[in-house]
């Protein structure tokens, strides 16, 4: 095994006596995309901020392209492409223009930020966007410029907060076209990302975060092998029948929850539960059977969904 390009060990990060990031421990490899998944407030972006060399660590250790961050950061950041949460485009400027300005910052030469932008405006399909002012571009559009920016300078580490908050579907599958692009081309990705679509459809691994934690690792594969059954059971029910059907179901499955607005059975055989259901007279008004999912994953660890 290669030495790891980021390496964390007792990572916190502390804001006063909130502890955001709680003694974490991990290795991301070169040419991996890794995710950090959780929902808002799990400690995720305070985690990139300290990769990033924005924010100090508190305590513990970590190693970023084999340095310290402390008494490295420029070197890091001329070494990566960073895609905060929100996009901060320069709204006056041209699409080209906010390119060439991240070039410049990190003294790249100009005629090679105008090669590099041709190459970029083509990957992020903003070709025909290069002369437009940014304040008028769609969601999508923005959002893919502000992922061509942090390419610029032709990073060895890509570090992406929450990529597709706030874009429509159609938005989000085009973006993950993007960067599946990037990983098959052998860049290395930081993804956080409270999506769980999106951390099984783009990441190699990942970490499921919780409260400052690190409470499980592993691929998608891995950790819904691990902590969930095969198939699940969706039941809904109408008002006032819920409470009934759950004191019916004792047993029925390897495992339940029971949510707000619905009842989730964890089982490795959909169709054999069905039969149960029916056997002890329990009549949900809606059942849907599907795979088992990171979300579920995320409900066993912590005893809540992803999406706070």
């Known amino acids: 095994m290669t030495t790891p390009l980021v390496q964390a060990r007792g990572l916190t990060k ?3 006596d909130f ?67 929100e996009d901060n ?8 223009e906010n390119l060439y300005i991240y070039g410049r910052y990190h003294d790249m030469r100009k005629a090679d930020i105008n090669t590099r932008i041709e190459e970029l405006l083509d990957f992020a399909q903003l070709s025909e966007r290069k002369d437009s002012q940014v304040e008028p571009l769609s969601g999508g559009m923005k959002r893919r410029l502000t992922i061509a920016r942090a390419l610029i300078n032709d990073p060895d580490l890509i570090i992406l907060d929450e990529p ?11 973006l ?15 993804i956080t990302t409270h999506y769980m679509d ?12 919780d409260q400052g934690k690190i409470v499980a690792e592993g691929s998608p594969r891995q950790l819904i092998q691990r902590y969930a059954p095969r198939e699940v059971v969706e039941l809904r029910f109408s008002d006032g029948d819920k409470d009934e059907a ?36 329990i009549n949900p008004e809606q059942v849907l059977v599907r795979r088992s999912t990171l979300e579920d994953v995320f409900l066993r660890l912590t005893g809540r969904g992803l999406i706070d």
């Not at 179901?249 to 259901?277: C, N, P």
Request: one cysteine or more.
């Open 198 to 209: 999106e951390a099984e459809q783009l990441c190699d691994r990942l970490v499921v975060m």
């Open 164 to 174: 597709t908050t706030g874009l429509d579907p159609q938005a989000r599958h085009l």
């Open 19 to 85: 502890t955001a990031v709680d003694a974490v421990d991990f290795d991301i490899q070169e040419g991996e995309a890794f995710g950090f998944l959780g929902p808002n407030g799990a400690g995720k972006t305070s985690t990139m901020k300290m990769i990033t060399t924005v924010s100090p660590i508190t305590e513990g250790k970590l190693s970023v392209f084999g340095v310290d961050p402390m008494t490295n950061g420029r070197a890091i950041r001329q070494r990566i492409g960073v895609v905060p949460q």
């Open 176 to 190: 993950w076209d993007r960067l599946y692009r990037l990983k098959r081309e052998g860049a290395t990705l930081i």
């Open 14 to 16: 502390r804001f006063g």
């Open 246 to 281: 759950v004191l019916k179901m004792d047993g029925l499955a390897s495992r339940s929850e029971v949510l707000a607005d619905r009842i989730l059975l964890y089982t490795d055989d959909a169709e054999d539960t069905q039969t149960g259901l029916h056997s002890r007279g």
């Open 89 to 96: 485009l320069d709204l006056e400027l041209t699409v080209s």
